[in-house]
């Protein structure tokens, strides 16, 4: 089952504008992270955040997480158009034997327009 | 510069066709993840491994769909026989479970399509 799930499920802004995604998840979660995938490609990891942080940074990237509500929120800022792709967010659903399984949402579709 | 490889990038096969896809983890990683991509379905986890031993394919149909690792470089997953409905992306990722707070590296995919 999905447990991830972003919102909103496709955003076009405007180049320079910033670009805010939320992901909400269900069960309690060891960290959370946000990936990046580009129309054909893979997905690529773009930052983790432990579940005792409540924001991290990398770049013009800030993620920030409630763990209380179970949410976190992806923003970009000075968005620019090679920024357009899709942004999962992962939540780790066990671990079995030292590797973690993720579950990941269905993603949102960013379009950044020159 | 390491990366996740899978071959082949595209198929195209018929109904009732075995298909094998392979790939190769990153040198050092010891975890490979199987996923399955679908505009309807979005990002499911078919099965994984550690050091090469099969930890959870829970979410891969049994009766047609078979995942192993011959070696420490190579994971196949197999469709026999193939059905138009398994038609997606099929993504292999790599890792190194040591911490706990592991991140995945994502091959490009094979693009598979069942007539």
């Known amino acids: 089952s999905q447990q991830g799930e972003e919102d909103p499920q496709a955003l076009s802004i405007q180049e320079g504008e910033n670009a805010t995604m939320n992901c909400s998840y269900k069960t309690s979660i060891n960290n959370l992270q946000w990936y990046r995938q580009n129309s054909g490609r893979g997905l690529v990891h773009l930052i983790l955040i432990r579940s005792n942080e409540r924001e991290k940074h990398s770049g013009r990237l800030r993620v920030t997480l409630d763990t209380s509500k179970k949410s976190s929120s992806l923003l970009i800022t000075a968005s620019r158009a090679a920024d357009t792709a899709s942004y999962f967010c992962?939540?780790?659903?066990?671990?079995?034997?030292?590797?973690?399984?993720?579950?990941f949402g269905q993603g949102t579709r960013l379009t950044i327009n020159p | 510069d390491a990366r996740v490889t899978q071959t082949p990038r595209h198929k195209v096969t018929e109904m009732g066709q075995e298909v094998t896809m392979r790939c190769q983890p990153i040198l050092g990683h010891n975890t490979v993840f199987w996923y399955r991509q679908t505009m309807m379905q979005g990002l499911e986890l078919l099965a994984y491994?550690?050091?090469?031993?099969?930890?959870?394919d829970s979410g891969m149909p049994k009766d047609r769909f078979s995942a192993e690792m011959p070696d420490a470089t190579l994971a196949t997953l197999k469709i026999q026989p193939s059905e138009p409905r398994d038609s997606a992306v099929y993504f292999c990722a790599s890792g190194l479970s040591e911490t706990g707070l592991e991140t995945q590296y994502f091959g490009p995919g094979t693009r598979l399509l069942v007539l």
């Open positions: 992962a939540s780790r659903d066990k671990i079995i034997q030292g590797a973690q399984k993720l579950v």
């Open positions: 491994f550690r050091n090469r031993a099969p930890l959870d």
